[in-house]
């Protein structure tokens, strides 16, 4: 139990991670593109085993805690203790039950459609396809695009009866992940999952507040206009001009991103720049012509190429034979070079941004392969999903005229359309990357009973987001699980986080270009000084504290949201004008 002592175990810790690591990641691969009893049991053992051992490290590296160790000794045996998203108590039986449920809810998710048909004597959709079921994909590509609201909330309601017989299996989650989470020092889940910051779990969950009171002006004003936008299409029937704004009209299952009701936003005056799905479509592009230019960004800032198992293993689009999980995501199966993307890609503009947000994981990933296992990571989760969304930042029109998609660079009359675009996903977005964990964090520290699942997930979509079911909720309705991170049981804030970080690292990555211009005009392609800030930092992958990572980009140690008020402040000042007689809020 000395210092030398430590050193040796997590050696050897590292090594057997690793091992384990790569066969869940191959196990979960073939469960995640081939939903079936089979794949799920061979993934629900893989998992078994990696969180057996984890635990087991996890306990071993505790006994630690206090001896005297260097600050990077001490580091990694932390890491080692957090390395789990779901701990398992030390019991094989829970820790066996733990991984099925996980393999369990994932498959249901992935597998889960609307079949409009099976609910008969209830108020029927128009325009709908019977005797037809329909995947999450189809349904979202409607919801993107139907101004049916009869439609639009029959889909809102039909997807969500995915999520019903999840509750159970949750429930029991929470309970295992609890006890797991007990034994290796943590008071519950909640408290684990907010300890990975580099700070003590509180001050985390303070400074995301503090981070939204920053944000949430815009935030508001943005609700204001969009109200009074839906208000004017669809009239006081379906869309009351005050109070809050009905859940199934804004583009999105989840309400989460509002881009797809753009044209329902904007003014009659206000054309957008481009509409980039019409570009993508008519460039002929294929799905993987989408992706070679998602590349082609990132070896333009001097990133090494996509290796060729890459374009060979990669999941691109949705198969017709069988059920995947469609939800976009970005793998590393061997710790190597064995990077992958699996999407269900559509040919929109949409898809073609989550293109460029999942290569920045695989980009990440590969940069830092070198680090030692438990350093493989980000330096926080919400760096890793900054990095593709920095990029997809660059997505300008100038770019797209440089890469042909564009002929001509619109004038700056066009800004507040493009900002407006922007915002809408964007800016939209944050409130509810907030409140996914807030849920979590009260299920986990059980401030919220199982009995009040619903309501208090839909008391936080109401505060915080001023939205609304289009119907009655109840307790037989589990709306979180409609969503994927929960079943997926992927941590939400980090996607909070990078909202903020994003713009941070845009603003950065910009000055070292040397463009003085507006943010939102600013695009790093093919610059070398700003690729390499970037490759340097993502590089350290978690070897320091997540403020150094920040500090060796941007110059900061904090999150700082002034970038991101920065960025839209042009909007901000429009918005402002035009809800100047409005009644705001909700
Ligand atoms: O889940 C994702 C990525 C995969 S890491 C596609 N995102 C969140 C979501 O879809 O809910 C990206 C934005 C937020
Ligand atoms: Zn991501």
Same mark, same amino acid.
């Given at each position: 139990?000395?210092?030398?002592? /430590?050193?040796?175990?997590?050696?050897?810790?590292?090594?057997?991670?690793?091992?384990?690591?790569?066969?869940?990641?191959?196990?979960?691969?073939?469960?995640?593109?081939?939903?079936?009893?089979?794949?799920?049991?061979?993934?629900?053992?893989?998992?078994?085993?990696?969180?057996?051992?984890?635990?087991?490290?996890?306990?071993?590296? @505790?006994?630690? +805690?206090?001896?005297?160790?260097?600050?990077?000794?001490?580091?990694?045996?932390?890491?080692?203790?957090?390395?789990?998203?779901?701990?398992?108590?030390?019991?094989?039986?829970?820790?066996?039950?733990? &991984?099925?449920?996980?393999?369990?809810?994932?498959?249901?998710?992935?597998?889960?459609?609307?079949?409009?048909?099976?609910?008969?004597?209830?108020?029927?959709?128009?325009?709908?396809?019977?005797?037809?079921?329909?995947?999450?994909?189809?349904?979202?590509?409607?919801?993107?695009?139907?101004?049916?609201?009869?439609?639009?909330?029959? *889909?809102?309601?039909?997807?969500?009866?995915?999520?019903?017989?999840?509750?159970?299996?949750?429930?029991?989650?929470?309970?295992?992940?609890?006890?797991?989470?007990?034994?290796?020092?943590?008071?519950?889940?909640?408290?684990?999952? =907010?300890?990975?910051?580099?700070?003590?779990?509180?001050?985390?969950?303070?400074?995301?507040?503090?981070?939204?009171?920053?944000?949430?002006?815009?935030?508001?004003?943005?609700?204001?206009?969009?109200?009074?936008?839906?208000?004017?299409?669809?009239?006081?029937?379906? &869309?009351?001009?005050?109070?809050?704004?009905? /859940?199934?009209?804004?583009?999105?299952?989840?309400?989460?991103?509002?881009?797809?009701?753009?044209?329902?936003?904007?003014?009659?005056?206000?054309?957008?720049?481009?509409?980039?799905?019409?570009?993508?479509?008519?460039?002929? %592009?294929?799905?993987?012509? %989408?992706?070679?230019?998602?590349?082609?960004?990132?070896?333009?800032?001097?990133?090494?190429?996509?290796?060729?198992?890459?374009?060979?293993?990669?999941?691109?689009?949705?198969?017709?034979?069988?059920?995947?999980?469609?939800?976009?995501?970005?793998?590393?199966?061997?710790?190597?070079? +064995?990077? =992958?993307?699996?999407?269900?890609?559509?040919?929109?503009?949409?898809?073609?941004?989550?293109?460029?947000?999942?290569?920045?994981?695989?980009?990440?990933? =590969?940069?830092?392969?070198?680090?030692?296992?438990?350093?493989?990571?980000? /330096?926080?989760?919400?760096?890793?999903?900054?990095?593709?969304?920095?990029?997809?930042?660059?997505?300008?029109?100038?770019?797209?005229?440089?890469?042909?998609?564009?002929?001509?660079?619109?004038?700056?009359?066009?800004?507040?359309?493009?900002?407006?675009?922007?915002?809408?996903?964007?800016?939209?977005?944050?409130?509810?990357?907030?409140?996914?964990?807030?849920?979590?964090?009260?299920?986990?520290?059980?401030?919220? @009973?199982?009995?009040?699942?619903?309501?208090?997930?839909?008391?936080?979509?109401?505060?915080?987001?001023?939205?609304?079911?289009?119907?009655? =909720?109840?307790?037989?309705?589990?709306?979180?699980?409609?969503?994927?991170?929960?079943?997926?049981?992927?941590?939400?804030?980090?996607?909070?986080?990078?909202?903020?970080?994003?713009?941070?690292?845009?603003? @950065? *990555?910009?000055?070292?270009?040397?463009?003085?211009?507006?943010?939102?005009?600013?695009?790093?392609?093919?610059?070398?000084?700003?690729?390499?800030?970037?490759?340097?930092?993502?590089?350290?992958?978690?070897?320091?504290?997540?403020?150094?990572?920040?500090?060796?980009?941007?110059?900061?140690?904090?999150?700082?949201?002034?970038?991101?008020?920065?960025?839209?402040?042009?909007?901000?000042?429009?918005?402002?004008?035009?809800?100047? +007689?409005?009644?705001?809020?909700?």
């Amino acid at each position: 139990m000395d210092a030398e002592g /430590a050193k040796a175990f997590l050696q050897s810790a590292q090594d057997r991670l690793e091992k384990v690591a790569e066969e869940v990641s191959h196990a979960s691969w073939l469960a995640s593109t081939y939903i079936n009893v089979d794949s799920q049991f061979t993934e629900a053992l893989a998992v078994e085993r990696y969180t057996g051992l984890a635990v087991e490290l996890a306990q071993e590296a @505790a006994k630690f +805690d206090d001896v005297q160790l260097d600050p990077e000794t001490r580091r990694m045996l932390t890491m080692l203790k957090q390395g789990l998203v779901f701990p398992a108590p030390n019991d094989p039986k829970l820790t066996a039950e733990l &991984a099925q449920i996980g393999s369990k809810m994932q498959g249901m998710y992935g597998a889960g459609k609307y079949c409009p048909d099976e609910s008969a004597g209830e108020d029927s959709a128009t325009g709908e396809d019977k005797g037809k079921c329909y995947t999450l994909t189809e349904m979202g590509q409607m919801m993107a695009n139907s101004r049916d609201p009869e439609l639009l909330k029959d *889909l809102w309601v039909g997807w969500r009866k995915v999520s019903p017989p999840m509750k159970p299996l949750y429930e029991r989650q929470v309970e295992i992940g609890n006890a797991g989470a007990k034994e290796l020092g943590y008071d519950n889940l909640s408290v684990m999952w =907010r300890s990975k910051y580099d700070m003590p779990a509180d001050e985390f969950a303070a400074d995301m507040d503090n981070q939204w009171g920053k944000v949430k002006p815009l935030y508001e004003a943005l609700h204001c206009h969009v109200r009074a936008k839906l208000n004017e299409h669809y009239g006081d029937e379906v &869309a009351p001009a005050s109070g809050k704004i009905p /859940a199934h009209l804004l583009g999105n299952m989840w309400a989460q991103q509002w881009g797809n009701v753009y044209e329902i936003v904007k003014d009659d005056d206000m054309e957008a720049p481009y509409d980039l799905t019409k570009l993508v479509v008519d460039s002929g %592009m294929s799905e993987k012509d %989408m992706v070679k230019a998602g590349e082609t960004f990132f070896t333009s800032l001097g990133f090494k190429p996509l290796p060729e198992t890459f374009w060979e293993r990669s999941q691109f689009v949705q198969p017709r034979d069988r059920d995947v999980v469609c939800h976009a995501s970005a793998w590393n199966l061997d710790g190597q070079d +064995d990077i =992958r993307i699996k999407m269900c890609i559509n040919k929109t503009g949409e898809d073609l941004v989550t293109i460029h947000h999942e290569l920045g994981h695989n980009f990440y990933q =590969r940069i830092y392969n070198q680090q030692p296992f438990l350093y493989k990571e980000g /330096a926080n989760d919400g760096f890793h999903e900054a990095v593709g969304d920095t990029i997809a930042l660059s997505i300008t029109p100038k770019y797209l005229k440089q890469i042909g998609l564009l002929d001509e660079i619109p004038g700056e009359e066009k800004d507040i359309g493009y900002l407006m675009q922007q915002a809408l996903d964007k800016i939209a977005f944050l409130p509810f990357g907030l409140l996914v964990d807030k849920w979590r964090w009260q299920v986990f520290n059980g401030e919220v @009973a199982p009995g009040d699942y619903n309501k208090a997930w839909w008391k936080l979509r109401e505060e915080y987001q001023g939205i609304e079911a289009p119907v009655q =909720r109840s307790e037989a309705n589990f709306d979180p699980g409609a969503k994927y991170h929960i079943p997926g049981n992927t941590p939400y804030s980090r996607y909070f986080l990078a909202h903020i970080q994003q713009y941070q690292f845009h603003r @950065a *990555l910009c000055e070292a270009a040397g463009e003085t211009g507006p943010l939102h005009r600013c695009s790093i392609f093919k610059n070398d000084a700003a690729g390499k800030k970037l490759r340097n930092m993502l590089a350290m992958g978690a070897s320091k504290p997540w403020p150094d990572a920040m500090e060796a980009l941007t110059g900061q140690r904090e999150l700082d949201a002034s970038a991101i008020v920065d960025y839209f402040q042009p909007l901000m000042a429009y918005l402002q004008e035009q809800n100047k +007689d409005r009644q705001c809020g909700w």
